[in-house]
């Protein structure tokens, strides 16, 4: 792949994390969405649930995560690239690394909660991270969520 | 409570950790058990299952802050301890500091994935923490595992 259609994918797959943040929007919750693809197939998508599960460890990288291992019949991701619209936390950093998923491609930074700064060496050392694929539209996903609220 | 009483309900609970580690070990699993404790009663109790679920996301700490959430109706666990044979991961450590926990008791130090070292700024910053609880004793069943892997 030359690195042209590789950003074009990336786009592509983020744009299906990001159909899976509009639905945790619709649904009242965050909105972070996640997809995992495996060598050109997409072997799940996920958004954020931790208010309908009432559930901390919900956020949508966890659940993509767990999701993938149970299509692919094993729980290391290594030929993997989890899409996420939103930089990863410091729990789903360890899970990310755990799971030794090859790469991490990210939108919008998280710079409270984001694992670069609470857990800097949780991922994989062989994990690649690319940050900052449509992180205008992942971003402002979240910025409406947070205005609605206040 | 005294300390001196802290210090012996710290044990009593950390046995409990120990027996749900027990568990798992006959489980065949990495031997890791865990306990939330709220205003003296156990609100759940969890071993490590990411070989039977196929899931990395599976450690005890993990599945016993989603049971405690669930029993206790409410997704921040702000007056619960956490008792763990083992020192919490990247992982965990984010999904304590998310919900709340107040307290953590632990038994061995993990000084390869403990969060001390890859996530020290992923607990609640008023989280009280306190390490070496039966440390030998939960570091023992460990050993034990991996020897007999070996």
């Not at 619209?85 to 909660?113: F, H, L, N």
Request: glycine share 8%; net charge neutral; hydrophobic share 45%.
């Amino acid at each position: 792949m030359t690195e042209e259609e590789q950003i074009k994918a990336d786009e592509q797959y983020m744009r299906r994390a990001l159909a899976e943040a509009g639905l945790a929007m619709a649904a009242g919750e965050i909105p972070v969405g996640a997809v995992v693809v495996c060598r050109g197939r997409i072997v799940s998508r996920a958004h954020n649930l931790t208010e309908t599960l009432c559930d901390v460890t919900a956020h949508a990288e966890m659940q993509a995560i767990t999701a993938a291992a149970n299509t692919l019949g094993g729980k290391y991701l290594t030929d993997c690239t989890l899409y996420v619209t939103v930089e990863p936390c410091a729990m789903c950093a360890g899970a990310i690394g755990w799971a030794q998923v090859s790469r991490v491609v990210y939108g919008a930074s998280d710079e409270k909660r984001g694992y670069t700064l609470l857990a800097p060496r949780a991922l994989h050392p062989k994990c690649s991270v690319t940050g900052g694929v449509l992180a205008e539209e992942c971003a402002r996903l979240m910025k409406e969520f947070f205005a609605a609220r206040r």
